[in-house]
């Protein structure tokens, strides 16, 4: 595996890109914060001269495969030694192939997940009829949107009640920055809300997408979406890609317009962790 250096970054933009369904966290690291940027998410990659797939992992520790074909897993244990791991996100096979590969499968996690990987293109939504409408994070309230998201955290990421409420802060002022989360309300009541977790180009990858328990079952999860995928549509985005949490959250997709294109898997280690 030869280390990528700045000189590559046009062709690992190019790699990632062309398996896009599989790639939107790297890419989107990439175009964000840089190859060995100083931000946390920014990434470091190792390119495979035999497959031209890579091996990315950003400063925070999150391990990005993106080598399909690739055989000799072993091979990147090397690379990962001395790093604080937080986890590994990817296509299904290559995550549990490497986690094995490097004696990590085993560890405690607070999300273990081999996922639904779902595609559409968003020429093929169609209209809707429903009720309410779009607004952005920014002019909800505050403190309910913490809490919906502090749920997100326990009920679907498996995160620490300890950690969970300071995470979910972060994380909607992050989306409040980037504008890319919406709140579905009903006669002025917040109902959903709903989210991008990566846009690269004309390709969206949906995440975030919560009811609060007390509201499910009425359609409301399905109906924030839809808005804000005709949303993007309007924008100019042509493909939208995401992971289903849930059977009952695929199901939902499935009637927006979503298909199932393959699996994807999250592991979320519950404490950083090094390769012995």
């Known amino acids: 595996m030869q280390r990528a250096t700045q000189a590559d970054a046009a062709a690992i933009d190019g790699f990632l890109a062309s398996h896009i ?23 470091s990659v190792w390119i495979d001269p035999e497959t031209g797939g890579m091996l990315a992992v950003t400063r925070e520790g999150m391990i990005l495969p993106q080598l399909p074909g690739f055989k000799d897993w072993a091979r990147l244990k090397p690379l990962l ?18 986690l094995m590969a490097c004696g990590l ?26 009720e309410g409408r779009l607004l952005p994070l920014a002019v909800a309230s505050r403190e309910l949107i913490e809490s919906w998201r502090t749920a997100y955290h326990l ?5 620490p009640a300890d950690q969970a409420e300071a995470l979910a802060r972060r994380d909607i002022e992050s ?6 989360h919406r709140v579905l309300v009903i006669e002025d009541v917040p109902v959903a809300m709903t989210g991008f977790n990566a846009v690269c180009g004309d390709v969206i990858q949906i995440g975030g997408v919560y009811t609060p328990p007390e509201l499910r079952q009425r359609g409301y999860a399905g109906r924030a979406l839809h ?21 009952a959250a695929a199901g939902v997709y499935r009637r927006t317009g979503f298909e199932i294109i393959g699996s994807y898997s999250m592991c979320l280690f519950r404490d950083p962790e090094r390769i012995g």
């Open 21 to 43: 369904e599989t790639s939107m966290f790297p890419l989107s690291n990439l175009r964000t914060h840089g190859l060995d940027g100083a931000h946390p998410r920014a990434i």
């Open 81 to 98: 030694l001395d790093r604080s791991l937080i986890g590994c996100l990817g296509e299904t096979d290559q995550v549990r192939a490497l």
């Open 105 to 130: 499968q085993d560890r405690q996690m607070n999300n273990d997940s081999d996922e639904p990987l779902m595609r559409m293109d968003l020429d093929d939504l169609t209209e809707q009829e429903g």
């Open 155 to 159: 009920e679907v990421m498996g995160t």
């Open 175 to 180: 989306y409040i920055s980037a504008d890319t």
């Open 227 to 247: 808005l804000h995928l005709a949303e993007a549509a309007r924008s100019g985005k042509a493909r939208a890609i995401l992971f289903a949490a849930s059977e």
